[in-house]
């Protein structure tokens, strides 16, 4: 069968699908060997094999091939896929700074020490700077936009988020003093404030000063925790993914748990994702203004600063998502220049159809998280409310003024 030698067929010599049987030392028993997990390991350049772990280190993946040791390097590595069930998702959600972000069941802090009761796994003991969010209750579709909006924006201080009703959250901001099991103890302007779990959506820290640069490999386990690590390890035999985090932190990821483990280049910025079509909305009314044609396309070609992508509305941008990436996060804004401006629409579409909708009302930010496993095209889109009459104002206010969109990448 002829098929093109990348650097990975060339190590396997075929580009067929494979079983690889692992090589273990005579001291590992038979018992071990029928423990190995089986894998589907994807190459960098879109081959695919089956097989069986057996080790995994800085020099890369090894595996069998006949009668002699395969080691596979880990930057010729896109994806291995392990065939575990997921496990019912819990409400309690963290995130470490680096991106790790955890499926939990509780957590404390006590002197500048944050303990995290990791799901269905051995806790984790970080320094208090080193966590990012927590959110107690279960997100659902009123409540989500605007607390994805707020993890997006930079902050000063902690923020603490209170569940007004199932539809509408408000914010505090100060600083966070200690977690127990039932109480966040919070300082608003020196006054102290023991705030019930029961109450809170959850906590915002500041992240003015953090570089929260994400480690090169990402692994989501059974519980849907997914861990942004700087290296990976499992040796010979061993039952466990060992992990390093930012900041040195380790852990310990069961092999049984383990779903998925995406090697460099799993998050690509929305601002470098191809733009397939920038234009207006075909139901654009322009309140009797007399608008050059050429100009407005101009207006509406995206701009990129600092991963930031600008259109104006009622408008829409298209992008092409490339192979292999499975979660779209993005967060949208009004531009901090517009002054005159209306009630927008957002909406989110993959390949076509409406996946995420939201109202942009005043200045405040929006966020979502959607699953896009196998899509090919992305669309941004903003539309006014309703329509305006007003023939004085800018156009770029009559419109609806500009829109960013923000903190924008997808996951593979």
Request: with cysteine.
């Amino acid at each position: 069968m002829d098929c093109p030698l990348t650097p990975f067929s060339r190590l396997l010599k075929t580009c067929r699908t494979w079983t690889l049987l692992a090589i273990l030392p005579a001291s590992v028993s038979m018992a071990s060997v029928a423990s190995a997990s089986e894998i589907s390991i994807t190459s960098a350049d879109g081959n695919m094999i089956q097989g069986e772990i057996v080790q995994l280190d800085a020099e890369g993946l090894q595996v069998k091939d006949g009668s002699e040791t395969l080691t596979l390097p880990l930057d010729e590595l896109s994806q291995l896929n392990f065939d575990h069930d997921p496990q019912p998702p819990l409400p309690m959600r963290a995130q470490l700074a680096g991106g790790s972000q955890l499926g939990i069941t509780g957590l404390t802090w006590t002197d500048n020490t944050v303990n995290i009761a990791v799901a269905r796994q051995s806790s984790l003991t970080i320094p208090a700077q080193q966590l990012r969010w927590v959110r107690f209750q279960k997100g659902n579709s009123a409540t989500d936009p605007t607390w994805l909006g707020w993890l997006e924006e930079t902050r000063r201080g902690d923020r603490l988020v209170v569940r007004r009703n199932e539809k509408a959250l408000d914010s505090i901001d100060g600083t966070v003093k200690g977690i127990t099991r039932d109480t966040v103890s919070f300082e608003m302007r020196g006054n102290p404030i023991e705030a019930p779990l029961p109450k809170l959506e959850g906590i915002l820290f500041s992240n003015t000063t953090q570089d929260d640069a994400t480690g090169d490999i990402r692994v989501v386990d059974t519980s849907g925790s997914e861990w942004m690590a700087e290296s990976i390890s499992m040796p010979v035999g061993s039952s466990h993914i060992q992990l390093r985090l930012a900041g040195g932190i380790e852990h310990a990821v069961p092999l049984d748990q383990v779903r998925r483990i995406g090697f460099a280049g799993g998050i690509l910025s929305l601002s470098d994702v191809e733009v397939a079509a920038a234009n207006f909305d075909s139901d654009r009314q322009d309140s009797g203004k007399s608008v050059n044609t050429s100009d407005l396309d101009n207006w509406f070609a995206p701009q990129s600063d600092n991963g930031v992508i600008r259109i104006q509305a009622p408008g829409k941008i298209t992008l092409r998502i490339p192979d292999g990436y499975q979660k779209l996060i993005v967060a949208a804004r009004r531009s901090q220049d517009v002054s005159e401006f209306t009630a927008l629409r957002l909406d989110v579409l993959v390949d076509g159809a409406v996946q995420w909708t939201a109202t942009l009302q005043d200045r405040e930010s929006l966020g979502l998280e959607l699953p896009i496993s196998g899509a090919r095209q992305l669309t941004l889109r903003a539309s006014r409310m309703s329509q305006s009459n007003d023939t004085t104002s800018p156009v770029g206010a009559a419109l609806g003024g500009s829109v960013e969109w923000f903190s924008g990448r997808l996951l593979k």
